[in-house]
């Protein structure tokens, strides 16, 4: 006599069926890309150091220096960029006498400041005023990009383009051709322009001359590897 099979029974097959389908085969590059900019920016640190016998001198006599060294960087710098407070310390200082019982012997008081100029050229002339003005140091010159996302996108381009190129390059290799793109990962680094002084001349404004910005992408890609 014929037996039917309950529909029950059949349903689990057909399911694996589909779930033992395989993915196609894949292949992964990289391309790394840098595309070089002028800077529209610079930017340095300046730092007041004032030190007193209480905590409150130190600091009381920091802020009337830097509100001063200020007043005469806003005064160069015009409205052509900006100042900001980036960094504030008051600590006090310990004797370092041998052989006796470390004590307080005074404060100390830092105020930085970070301007950035829109104008290159009054670079070197920020540096004397700052100086002029009493500031303790002088640093993080660096010259860099306002906006550096439409170089950014040109560097991720080209980056992507090298990428399609080699793997396009792997898969030749392997006797096979890529298909479709099946993800891509981005990433990208910009470093500061390096920068040059040099001293003396006839000018009374330090000498500053800027390099480029320079902005590196990487995208990794993963292609269908058709055989």
Not at 24 to 53: F, Y
Request: a neutral charge; hydrophobic letters at 45%; proline letters at 4%.
């Amino acid at each position: 006599m014929l037996r039917i099979l309950p529909l029950l029974l059949l349903l689990p097959l057909a399911g694996t069926a589909v779930a033992q389908t395989v993915s196609p085969s894949s292949i992964q590059a990289t391309g790394t890309a840098t595309v070089n900019a002028k800077p529209d920016q610079v930017q340095l640190d300046v730092t007041v150091v004032t030190q007193a016998g209480t905590a409150a001198a130190a600091g009381q006599q920091n802020g009337t220096q830097t509100n001063a060294m200020i007043a005469a960087l806003q005064q160069a710098l015009g409205k052509s960029g900006t100042i900001e407070t980036v960094g504030y310390w008051l600590y006090p200082r310990y004797s370092t006498a041998a052989n006796q019982t470390s004590v307080i012997v005074g404060y100390t008081a830092q105020n930085t400041v970070r301007v950035t100029s829109y104008d290159l050229s009054l670079a070197g002339a920020l540096i004397d005023v700052a100086n002029q003005a009493g500031a303790g140091s002088v640093g993080g010159l660096t010259f860099g990009l306002q906006d550096s996302e439409p170089t950014r996108l040109q560097a991720l381009t080209l980056a992507a383009k090298q990428a399609q190129a080699h793997a396009a390059a792997i898969a030749a290799g392997t006797g096979g051709k890529t298909g479709a793109v099946l993800s891509a990962v981005e990433g990208t680094y910009t470093s500061p322009s390096p920068i040059y002084t040099a001293a003396g001349g006839a000018s009374s404004s330090t000498p500053v001359v800027s390099g480029t910005v320079s902005v590196t992408a990487t995208v990794t890609i993963t292609m269908q590897l058709l055989q």
